[in-house]
């Protein structure tokens, strides 16, 4: 069973997160015995997952074998970072840039990981060539290795139990079954095409949403309306949901890169059941509080499971 309530630091920084709010979404997690997250990026809420047992997938393949290897591997991980960071301090960018260059020949996960802790924002670009494209992070040397190191150990326990698959959504939810509880974070409306083209489409995801619901699958979906003057026009269809609630967020990370002003994002939880009032009174209340993750981790215990 694991423990909620206890953010720790993130080990791959992930363009659109949810660690910022993890906190509160898990209070709308219901307990089920097999967990599933399609879009799992960075992994936030998998620290507060409500079953040991899950699955988690992606579409990007280095990002799915560079978590199996925060899973089995956990030392090689942290000395592939630790390598790569040295080599930064000593050569400057030119090692970022050949570090770089040599993800987008070889899709190595642990350059991939070196690049998230040491690009500008921590932002994770691809062109539409699927090349990673974001530049070295000037005035920051990146988390150093000794912290990484702690972290990825962390994680490493976070993760015992989860089943990783690069794949579409649709494939990592084919053996959702009734009582499975699936959360969903699909790539938003403003940042489509960020992670790779053209992958992910309304239509198509509407339908898997109709069938998690004709199954008896239970799930949560985040989603964004609106970012500044800039609508996402997209609404979920009224028939699919139970209940919505609207996400304390702060800013989008996107628009500020992107130097256009910086717009509040205002974003959705939609649930295809009814949370029971007392979960609903204890979301609001949290929802209220000022929302800032802070590190945190049992490290007498060594671990985030009861
Ligand atoms: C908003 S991010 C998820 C962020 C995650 N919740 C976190 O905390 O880091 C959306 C993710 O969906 C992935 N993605 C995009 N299209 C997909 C598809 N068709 N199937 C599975 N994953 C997809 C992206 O690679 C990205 O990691």
């Not at 309530?5 to 363009?15: A, L, T």
């Not at 967990?35 to 079953?51: D, I, N, W």
């Not at 040295?86 to 020949?105: C, M, P, V, W």
Request: net charge positive; hydrophobic share 40%; aromatic share 12%.
């Amino acid at each position: 069973m694991l423990k909620r309530n206890i953010p720790i630091e993130p080990v791959i920084k992930w363009s659109g997160s949810k660690r910022a709010v993890a906190v509160w979404l898990a209070t709308l997690l219901p307990e089920t015995e097999r967990y599933f997250e399609p879009f799992v990026g960075s992994g936030a809420m998998l620290a507060f997952r409500p079953s040991q047992t899950a699955v988690a997938g992606d579409i990007i393949a280095e990002l799915i074998e560079l978590w199996q290897a925060i899973r089995d591997v956990p030392e090689v991980t942290a000395n592939e970072y630790e390598a790569r960071w040295h080599r930064l301090q000593k050569e400057g960018h030119t090692a970022y840039y050949a570090i770089r260059d040599s993800f987008n020949a070889t899709r190595n996960p642990h350059d991939l990981l070196f690049l998230s802790r040491t690009c500008v924002n921590g932002l994770i670009r691809f062109n539409s060539n699927r090349e990673f494209n974001n530049s070295l992070h000037h005035t920051r040397p990146g988390i150093s290795p000794a912290r990484l190191r702690t972290i990825i150990y962390q994680w490493n326990s976070v993760v015992q139990g989860v089943e990783f698959s690069a794949a579409d959504y649709r494939e990592t939810l084919a053996s959702v079954r009734a009582g499975d509880l699936v959360f969903l974070d699909p790539p938003y409306g403003g940042t489509k095409g960020r992670y790779v083209p053209e992958t992910f489409n309304l239509d198509d995801f509407y339908e898997e949403l109709q069938r998690l619901n004709t199954i008896g699958a239970k799930w949560v979906l985040t989603f964004d309306r609106v970012a500044g003057h800039r609508a996402y026009k997209a609404t979920i269809p009224a028939e699919l949901f139970q209940a919505q609630l609207a996400l304390p967020t702060g800013n989008s990370p996107f628009t500020k890169l992107m130097k256009t002003g910086i717009d509040k994002v205002v974003e959705s939880v939609y649930l295809n059941f009814e949370p029971p009032a007392k979960l609903l009174n204890q979301v609001i209340n949290l929802g209220q509080q000022k929302l800032r993750p802070r590190p945190c981790f049992d490290m007498q215990q060594s671990r985030l499971f009861d």
